[in-house]
């Protein structure tokens, strides 16, 4: 019986379009993880074609398979180490050389290989013809023309995969090697015939590659030669030493350039046979759009009003669904009132669990398209363009422009955005980009400054919140500065931005990204945000035996006249409750804390939530939900607009509140990430205690000069 299951490794650069191939291929039958012991992401999908269950893993966008980066070894090593069925290798067909170099470096591994042809449009819009039947046959592999975006050939990909991962089809790697030239070709030989004699066979890999690649230096090939074959691992490397030398007497070069010279050839050879250039003029539309969207002038204007229309359309756009969601928290907690008995177990159902998870799930229209931008402005290229055009500044503090991807990331989550700072080369530019990455607004702040912003900004709601994520710019901006100064003197590491052609994303595509980041917000509903609601209830709820300071606000002593009058028992109500809760184990612990963030203007409930948040920021809302009294509004966030304004809560206090919530202490996921990525307790804990301290300050001028202006 054929063998009914595959695994295929999905390969390719990084702009090939291999993850709108993933996506078309898996659809939402996928999951993402963080490959073991690195924080390079890892997607996993499946799919059934023809009764064969496959499985896809998509690895990480590479140029090469040296051993750089984190993501060269991760992709290098699934393939040697997994050895999965088949390695598709995306190409971008519009950038057939550039991409071949990836793909030829796959090819001389041992393991099957499909070329798959993406982007066949674009290159057919600039004039290129790719003779693919001759490129399949000049390397032996199957070549299978795409276009991606509009999910043309996803089916023949999967037919081929089913086809060439038979397993009795052969590995033609020997047939089609890449040719380095006599000499390197010579040298390749002996040192091959050498590893054949004395390794017995403990190494794992292909005697030639592993050659090829002692020859390069590789060092992660080195040490498992060593480690794999004991006393004849140093034979080996002497030999690869003599061999290097060898090399460089005869081109007085080392051997790595040499051969990597010699694999462009190889590659230039191919391109010479299977493509040809029309000489007529074309419109480059790309470079057309760039003239105005990098122009030195207009390109961080065109910037800013981008990031201005995403804010504002986030509030205004998200306003309405918004309503609609709030409504139907505030009808789930009407009916759950009425349905369960008076008591303990219905205040935690109503105040604790649906007061605290409904005030934070309304603002999930708002986050999703927020997504929707960052997927938007990705999937288009315009990304990059950003980080170019903000390359300038960067280099105000001695960063460069590829230090703002991870900082445009951080609107979304800080941690990942953190993460993504491993592509930086240079560890002095990696910890210092991770230090003012958490003054990017990620979306778990977002709910906070739509509350607030619309509680007490209502006609200029989205220009005070698109304020707050510029003033978290500015600051970092700032604050790099200094840290450069005083920590990290001396020239940020060279580097060259890549720009992508400009793409139109598919809806699908959009919508996949879109709910992949979104999923995150909803499970934090499910678990931190159900328990910290729950604890939050708990320590505003007990102890329940307080002895009132006034007579008159005991309910059992009401006087008639009082009981007639409704607004009367309405006022000692109200009354009665702030007074529980001020007596509330949360409550001692909020005028504990109180007299430090008085002078910028945040109450003991405030500054609880302040507390709350550095659990996740979501539960800032929904500490203030179960804190401030509510109301008998239709709707839960009017409920709480309505306590926030009665609580005596002013414009200056609420801008002073999104701004400290803006810069103090992340939540503790990004300070476990900050830990992981810097390798450093003293760097972690300086991120804590600058940013307490940055975010007191800022915020203490915020309100004070703000009582004088509002």
Request: net charge positive; glycine share 8%.
């Amino acid at each position: 019986m054929p063998k009914q299951t595959f695994t295929v490794a999905l390969a390719g650069n990084p702009n090939s379009g291999k993850t709108t191939i993933f996506n078309n291929l898996t659809g939402t039958r996928q999951k993402v993880g963080n490959w073991p012991g690195v924080t390079v992401e890892k997607k996993q999908g499946h799919v059934k074609q023809n009764g064969y269950d496959i499985t896809l893993v998509d690895l990480p966008g590479t140029y090469s398979l040296t051993a750089y980066s984190i993501e060269e070894i991760v992709a290098r090593d699934f393939i040697l180490d997994e050895k999965p069925d088949v390695v598709v290798v995306i190409i971008d067909a519009s950038n057939l050389e550039r991409n071949l170099y990836l793909a030829t470096q796959i090819r001389e591994l041992d393991t099957k290989v499909i070329f798959a042809l993406n982007m066949v449009d674009v290159a057919q819009e600039n004039k290129i013809k790719i003779d693919k039947k001759k490129l399949s046959e000049l390397l032996d592999v199957p070549v299978v023309p795409m276009v991606g975006t509009r999910n043309e050939g996803t089916d023949l990909l999967l037919n081929t995969i089913i086809s060439v991962a038979d397993p009795t089809q052969r590995i033609t790697h020997q047939s089609r090697r890449v040719k380095y030239g006599h000499e390197i070709e010579k040298a390749i030989s002996m040192l091959e015939t050498f590893i054949r004699k004395n390794s017995k066979d403990k190494i794992p890999y292909n005697p030639r590659w592993t050659a090829v690649k002692l020859l390069e230096d590789d060092k992660v090939v080195k040490e498992r030669v060593l480690n794999g074959t004991g006393a004849h691992g140093t034979a080996i490397l002497d030999e690869a030493f003599k061999g290097r030398r060898r090399i460089f007497d005869f081109f007085n070069d080392e051997p790595e350039i040499v051969m990597t010279d010699q694999r462009y050839g190889f590659i230039a050879g191919i391109i010479r046979e299977v493509q040809k250039t029309s000489s007529e003029n074309r419109v480059d539309i790309s470079r057309n759009i760039d003239k105005i969207l990098t122009n030195r002038i207009l390109g961080i204007p065109i910037f800013i009003c981008l990031m201005w229309g995403m804010f504002q359309t986030t509030f205004t756009l998200g306003a309405y669904p918004m309503e609609w969601l709030d409504s139907g928290v505030g009808w789930v907690g009407r009916t759950a009132s009425r349905l369960l008995p008076p008591g303990i177990f219905q205040d935690l159902v109503v105040d604790g669990i649906i007061s605290g998870v409904g005030g934070v799930i309304v603002f999930l229209p708002n986050i999703m398209i927020l997504f929707f931008f960052i997927a938007l402005f990705e999937d288009t290229g315009y990304m990059a363009r950003a980080a170019f055009l903000m390359d300038k500044v960067m280099h105000l503090i001695g960063l460069h422009g590829k230090s703002f991807i991870p900082m445009l990331m951080g609107f979304g989550c800080n941690v990942p955005a953190i993460m993504a700072t491993r592509t930086l080369e240079s560890k002095n530019d990696r910890i210092l980009t991770i230090l003012i990455n958490p003054l990017m607004s990620c979306s778990a702040r977002l709910p906070v400054y739509i509350l607030l912003a619309g509680t007490f900004f209502a006609a200029n709601a989205g220009n005070v919140i698109f304020s707050m994520y510029l003033l978290g710019i500015i600051l970092a901006i700032a604050i790099g500065r200094l840290f450069r100064t005083i920590f990290f003197k001396g020239e940020a590491a060279p580097f060259v931005m890549e720009l992508p052609p400009y793409r139109v994303p598919t809806f699908k595509n959009l919508m996949l990204h879109m709910w992949d980041r979104s999923k995150i917000f909803l499970r934090k509903m499910g678990g931190i945000i159900l328990v910290g609601s729950v604890i939050v209830w708990f320590l505003s709820s007990f102890p329940q035996n307080i002895q009132h300071s006034t007579p008159q606000n005991r309910p059992a002593e009401y006087s008639a006249e009082m009981t007639r009058d409704a607004a009367t028992i309405a006022e000692v109500k109200e009354a009665w409750g702030v007074e529980r809760m001020e007596n509330s184990y949360i409550g001692r612990l909020g005028k504990f804390i109180a007299p430090v963030f008085a002078p910028i203007g945040i109450d003991w409930r405030g500054s609880v939530a302040i507390l709350t948040g550095l659990v996740a920021k979501e539960l800032v809302i929904s500490t203030m939900g179960v804190l401030y009294a509510a109301g008998d509004e239709e709707n839960e966030s009017e409920a709480l607009q309505s306590a926030l304004r009665k609580s005596g809560m002013t414009s200056a206090a609420a801008l002073s509140f999104m701004v400290f919530v803006l810069i103090y202490i992340p939540c503790f996921a990004t300070i476990a990430t900050i830990r992981r990525e810097t390798n450093s307790w003293k760097w972690t804990f300086f991120s804590i205690t600058y940013s307490t301290i940055l975010a007191w300050i800022v915020a203490f001028i915020i309100y004070q000069g703000g009582r004088v202006l509002l």
